[in-house]
């Protein structure tokens, strides 16, 4: 069956899917209905959230990222109705954001890691100093 995830920097290293988290729990919310996942989406922006792109994938393909990365996923049915407070997070967004995502947290540490280190870097120098 397919179903509609939010995903960020779609088409990029960064590329991160949208989780709650719950507890203790990441969850990943497979929405049935696409016209559901875009508000959802929306909601999110409204909360100066980045803005996530709403991209269709087949359910099995999901759960299974969602088992091998120590994820949950739950899925919104078209027509669903919260009957509880845990259910209205899956309709609402959460006010606030985590200050930095895993995907920012690791192009950080990208870019504070030195490409060629500087040991190798001098003996490139010297080796091409050698050749003039």
Same mark, same amino acid.
């Given at each position: 069956?397919?179903?509609?995830?939010?995903? =960020?920097?779609?088409?990029?290293?960064?590329?991160?899917?949208? $989780?709650?988290?719950?507890?203790?729990?990441?969850?990943?919310?497979? =929405?049935?209905?696409?016209?559901?996942?875009?508000?959802?989406?929306l909601?999110?922006?409204?909360?100066? =959230?980045?803005?996530? /792109?709403?991209?269709?994938?087949?359910?099995?393909?999901?759960?299974? =990222?969602?088992? /091998? *990365?120590?994820?949950?996923?739950?899925?919104?049915?078209?027509?669903?109705v919260?009957?509880?407070?845990?259910?209205?997070?899956?309709?609402?967004?959460p006010?606030?954001?985590?200050?930095? $995502?895993?995907?920012?947290?690791? *192009?950080?540490?990208?870019?504070?890691?030195? *490409?060629?280190?500087?040991?190798?870097?001098?003996?490139?120098?010297?080796?091409?100093?050698g050749?003039?």
């Amino acid at each position: 069956m397919r179903v509609f995830v939010l995903l =960020f920097n779609v088409g990029t290293d960064n590329e991160g899917l949208h $989780t709650l988290r719950i507890g203790d729990r990441d969850l990943v919310l497979m =929405f049935e209905e696409e016209d559901d996942a875009t508000r959802y989406a929306l909601l999110l922006e409204a909360q100066d =959230f980045p803005a996530p /792109s709403v991209e269709p994938i087949d359910d099995q393909e999901i759960e299974e =990222f969602c088992q /091998s *990365a120590g994820y949950y996923c739950q899925l919104i049915p078209q027509g669903f109705v919260p009957q509880s407070d845990a259910e209205r997070l899956l309709l609402v967004p959460p006010e606030r954001n985590v200050e930095e $995502t895993d995907w920012q947290l690791e *192009a950080q540490k990208l870019r504070d890691e030195p *490409a060629i280190a500087e040991s190798d870097l001098e003996q490139i120098r010297r080796r091409l100093e050698g050749l003039l």
